[in-house]
């Protein structure tokens, strides 16, 4: 069975961190782009990050940029993503997906038709 599995959401203070996890089981994640994408109350789902094969080169939307790094460990089936300088607007539920299209110019806004993950809540307050 092909799974996406995130951890790592919870309340966090506007400044703080939070370190996302997305781990695969069932296929080898290292082969794919991954895309991140979040999802707040009242809109519509967005792309925020993404990470291609190999280099593992990033892209990220304008509005994360500076703050959030997405990383992987292909030795663990793992994709990272580590928010810093957190603000009450990155409040959303967060999915991780794959495959992306292998590019970041290509990875960051298409959803993937593949495999997505239940999703972990993220909720920025004081």
């Known amino acids: 069975q092909l799974q996406l599995v995130e951890s790592g959401g919870g309340l966090v203070q506007p400044g703080g961190s939070l370190r996302l996890s997305c781990k695969a089981s069932?296929?080898?994640?290292?082969?794919?782009?991954v895309g991140w994408f979040r999802r707040a109350p009242g809109k519509e789902r967005e792309g925020v990050s993404c990470?291609?094969?190999?280099?593992?080169?990033?892209n990220y939307v304008d509005s994360v940029k500076g703050r959030f790094t997405v990383s992987r460990d292909d030795a663990s089936n793992t994709v990272y993503l580590q928010m810093n300088s957190q603000k009450p607007k990155d409040t959303a539920v967060y999915y991780c997906?794959?495959?992306?299209?292998?590019?970041?110019?290509?990875?960051?806004?298409?959803?993937?038709?593949?495999?997505w993950g239940q999703g972990t809540q993220v909720t920025v307050s004081s």
């Open positions: 069932g296929f080898i994640l290292g082969y794919y782009a």
């Open positions: 997906a794959a495959p992306q299209p292998d590019s970041p110019e290509a990875c960051l806004g298409v959803p993937s038709k593949g495999v």
């Open positions: 990470i291609t094969t190999g280099g593992g080169r990033a």
